[in-house]
């Protein structure tokens, strides 16, 4: 009987125990509950997708108001280069290599007149991008696709396939902004925003027509903000991003994820032709002011603080005894001026305008010529190691009388200094005339050594040397004594004129 109930119990207690540890082992091992992680997952989908919702929405909204903008001209047909047409026929096959079969004759290709038929054509000009900016009609883009063209057609078309032909009210060259106009009424138009609002890192897309391809859009950050080294107009203070922008782009739009324009596209780096990832745009604020004076008198009217200006560098900074790591040295106050009726002196640091630290050289200068003349603006300035607050009226900059200015002459031999590597002569009438140097006091430089401190410097032969470590210097003598006191010293601080400007140099002095 015991044998017969073993012969049941013992499997039926083995598979209970085998079940058991089965169980055990699922309540230690069991990975996380596959709801969580769907859970997770999902929600990290939707962020994502709602992160591209916005810059879908954001394009969507801006895009009506991109327009494509060429520029041509009539010229007749043998002004046209004959070869590649137009518009390709249908055959590539024949059309490059010739009939498929003997007897046949290549079709004419559509798009071209026969041989000796002249007949007016329109010749592409410029080609480009815009954007508007009031429903009436009027649209900013950069002046190189419109603004050298004053003889060409214009032709503006927008995102749903309707075409014009404007007008150009006027164009910047010195900061790449036109601003033309189309008879309509009721364009879609955008918003524009504030550029000195905008951070580095901060989203925005590009929307242009790059390479003809219209209303392409493309997201990318703010990579950097007030790029005014760059070498493409005389007043920048551009925006870069690495929003893929190529040829095409410019006078696109450059917004921000309010749907706000923060810039105009207008040029890239690259090696190619194509996008490497730096792209320049001018910033709204700036364009506001352009537009806004092309718009009432067709110019553009700048201000001026009246300096001559150049950047702290460490050697400057170290010969005038500060610590600043940025700022805008005043070589030069201009007689009369709005500085100098301000009570700007040359020698002075200006560290901080309207409330903000000062950026670079060409930024710097770019915000005082978009400031409209009569504003009255805020400085602070170190001098003598002391901080002074200062208001300034900003005057108005009279740019032919600028350029009408030239650089003095050269001199002749008196004085070798070769720890800087020049040589001065004094400064007498018959040579004050010769270069300009009237009423004025220092030393001629009459020789640079090509391979001396002050050639590397920029200083050139017919410069005048007015001032060694901030002491006026008059004639050779007390040029020679200034130079023997700077003795033992890594640098000289000199101060240089050109007969138009007087900047400040450090020279490393050579043993």
């Known amino acids: 009987m015991w044998y017969k109930a073993r012969r049941v119990l013992l499997p039926a207690l083995l598979a209970v125990a085998v079940f058991g540890l089965l169980a055990v082992s699922a309540l230690v091992f069991e990975p996380a509950p596959k709801a969580v992680y769907g859970a997770d997952k999902t929600e990290a989908i939707q962020t994502l997708k ?17 327009v494509s903008i060429q520029v041509s001209r009539e010229v007749e047909a043998s002004q046209m280069q004959e070869g590649f047409p137009e518009t390709l026929p249908d055959d590539l096959f024949e059309f490059f290599f010739g009939p498929r079969g003997f007897g046949r004759q290549l079709p004419q290709p559509r798009g071209r007149a026969p041989r000796g038929f002249q007949m007016p054509r329109e010749a592409p000009m410029g080609q480009g991008s815009g954007f508007v900016i009031d429903p009436s009609g009027y649209i900013v883009t950069n002046n190189h696709v419109v603004g050298d063209f004053k003889d060409g057609k214009i032709t503006v078309k927008l995102s749903d396939g309707r075409e014009f032909e404007a007008k150009l009210v006027g164009g910047d060259p010195k900061t790449d902004v036109a601003l033309i106009k189309v008879e309509a009424s009721g364009l879609p138009s955008l918003r524009l925003g504030d550029s000195d609002a905008i951070k580095v890192g901060e989203w925005v897309l590009a929307i242009g027509n790059p390479f003809g391809l219209s209303h392409t859009v493309t997201a990318g950050i703010v990579s950097a903000r007030g790029r005014g080294n760059v070498g493409i107009v005389d007043y920048a203070d551009f925006i870069q991003t690495d929003a893929a922008i190529n040829p095409g782009n410019s006078g696109g739009p450059l917004i921000n994820l309010d749907g706000e324009v923060v810039g105009m596209n207008t040029a890239i780096y690259s090696r190619s032709g194509g996008s490497m990832g730096i792209g320049f745009a001018i910033p709204v604020n700036m364009i506001t002011y ?23 560098t460490k050697e400057l900074a170290d010969s005038f005894g500060v610590d600043e790591s940025k700022g805008i040295l005043i070589g030069q106050v201009m007689p009369g001026s709005a500085a100098e009726q301000a009570g700007l002196k040359q020698g002075d640091i200006i560290v ?10 060409n930024s710097f200068r770019s915000r005082i010529a978009n400031t409209a003349p009569g504003t009255a603006i805020a400085l602070v300035v170190l001098r003598d190691g002391q901080r002074l607050d200062k208001t300034v009226t900003i005057g108005e900059l009279d740019e032919e009388a600028m350029a009408a200015a030239g650089p003095a002459g050269p001199g002749g031999p008196a004085k070798v200094e070769k720890g800087i590597g020049i040589t001065v002569q004094n400064l007498t009438e018959d040579v004050a005339a010769e270069l300009g140097y009237e009423n004025e006091q220092g030393v001629v430089v009459s020789g640079v050594d090509p391979n001396g401190p002050a050639a590397r410097a920029g200083i050139e032969s017919g410069n005048l040397v007015q001032e060694v470590n901030r002491v006026k210097v008059a004639n050779i003598d007390e040029f020679q ?3 023997e006191n700077a003795s033992g010293k890594e640098t000289v601080l000199l101060l240089v004129s050109d007969g138009q400007y007087s900047r400040y140099v450090a020279l490393r002095i050579a043993e």
Do not use: C, Y
């Open 50 to 66: 709602d992160f591209g919702n916005t810059f879908a929405e954001v394009a969507e909204a801006a895009s009506p108001a991109v």
């Open 290 to 312: 352009v537009e806004t004076q092309l718009r009432e008198s067709g110019t553009v009217t700048r201000g001026q603080l009246g300096v001559i200006i150049q950047p702290l």
């Open 352 to 361: 901080e305008f309207n409330g903000q630290p000062v950026g670079d050289l």
């Open 481 to 483: 004594q200034a130079m």
